[in-house]
């Protein structure tokens, strides 16, 4: 047993992420698609506060 063979290995460094040049048109569509986002994340918490759009499960008969 020498050295870190037992022990947990360090995990490796991920490479830096490269800045991109972006123009007016990328910049307008990344913001484009964040808003869409925020909308439907707001729609979906609405959606969950509320009970089950159906009344599903077992229907009882009237007999």
């Known amino acids: 047993m ?3 063979e037992a022990g947990k290995k360090k ?3 991920a ?3 490269k800045e991109m040049d972006l123009d007016e048109d990328d910049i307008a569509f990344r ?3 964040r808003e869409e986002q ?3 994340a707001d729609l979906k918490a609405k959606a969950s506060g509320k009970g089950p759009l159906t009344s ?3 229907k ?3 007999k």
């Open 60 to 62: 009882k008969s009237g």
């Open 38 to 40: 925020k909308k439907i």
């Open 31 to 33: 913001n484009k698609q």
């Open 15 to 17: 490479p830096k992420k």
């Open 11 to 13: 995990p490796l460094k």
């Open 2 to 4: 020498s050295g870190r």
């Open 56 to 58: 599903g499960g077992i």
